[in-house]
């Protein structure tokens, strides 16, 4: 818990540590477009509403029909609680969703790992897309930011990779022949099945279309949680839907830096692209310290919120 935390702050501190914090109070109160955060805010509730709801969906099949709200206050509570110790979300929902609802836990555990793997596939479709439109950009970041494209491309050219690439394969075989004849294996066989049925739980998806119009919601309302912050700031509202879907996909992967919501990987990513369409160091920090600051309070009330309505609807 305590690495996260010293991490982003550390990163946090070398971005900023020559930043003049005097402009930020000046901008919240007499220059910010208010309504503009609004909208964005808006479309980050929305987000977590329609993956509750998508959520719901993947464990129909299973024979488990928890209430919508309930699968929706489960997620406000995962963010919240991801960021004291990032990544225990995806446990904290399912244990959420099995005290109010009965859902059991590895089932539904199970789901949130095919949830993943279908959100995995749209990050990888949406960054391909993005990486072949703004080549020339990715480019001039990963030079700027120290990246040698090069050495990667050769690493994975190099027989030598495919040969340690084997070897960590068959550890991972080996050790898990040994598991399964550990006698303490036969004491989680069930749980495994369970959460192995969840894995499983889109095969027999009722409402396929419906599945594929949450997913394109929830992604459509992440990109304008964060595009929609461009016209709060006079500095940033030129900027284009693609510089969006560029700056979007960049601070994107730098939420899987285990930091609180990202922060510090995500200031810097964000920081830096915005530069390369012409946004000053100043003026992009600033839009980074801001918009990260109100989205992360988000998360913290909408956290508050979905557990004080399950407090209430207990009582």
Not at 23 to 36: A, S, T, Y
Request: glycine share 8%; net charge positive; proline share 3%.
């Amino acid at each position: 818990m305590i690495f996260p935390l010293f991490l982003g702050a550390f990163i946090l501190y070398w971005v900023y540590r020559d930043f003049d914090f005097s402009r930020v109070e000046g901008l919240l109160l007499h220059e910010m477009e208010w309504g503009w955060m609004a909208l964005s805010l808006v479309a980050g509730v929305m987000s977590h509403l329609l993956r509750g709801w998508r959520w719901c969906l993947t464990l129909e099949p299973l024979g488990e029909q928890p209430r919508r709200s309930t699968a929706a206050d489960a997620i406000f509570i995962s963010y919240a609680g991801s960021l004291l110790l990032p990544r225990v979300g995806e446990v904290t929902r399912c244990g959420v969703l099995a005290r109010y609802d009965g859902v059991p836990f590895a089932r539904s555990l199970g789901t949130v790992v095919t949830e993943r793997l279908v959100d995995m596939l749209c990050m990888a479709l949406i960054t391909g897309v993005t990486f072949v439109l703004q080549m020339p950009l990715f480019m001039r970041f990963f030079n700027e930011t120290g990246t040698k494209i090069p050495s990667v491309l050769h690493l994975v050219t190099s027989p030598w990779f495919y040969v340690a690439l084997c070897c960590v394969g068959g550890v991972v075989v080996l050790l898990c022949y040994l598991v399964r004849m550990l006698s303490f294996f036969e004491r989680v066989k069930g749980i495994a099945l369970d959460v192995w049925q969840g894995v499983l739980s889109l095969r027999k998806l009722r409402h396929v279309w419906l599945f594929v119009a949450y997913t394109l919601g929830i992604w459509l309302c992440y990109y304008l949680h964060f595009y929609l912050t461009f016209f709060c700031f006079g500095f940033s509202a030129g900027l284009s839907m693609l510089a969006g879907l560029v700056m979007f996909v960049g601070g994107t992967f730098a939420v899987l830096v285990p930091t609180p919501n990202g922060a510090g990987p995500w200031h810097f990513a964000v920081i830096t692209m915005m530069m390369l369409y012409g946004v000053s160091a100043a003026d992009a920090s600033l839009f980074a310290l801001v918009v990260h600051a109100v989205q992360t309070l988000l998360v913290v009330l909408l956290g508050m919120a979905g557990w004080m309505h399950l407090q209430w609807r207990r009582r």
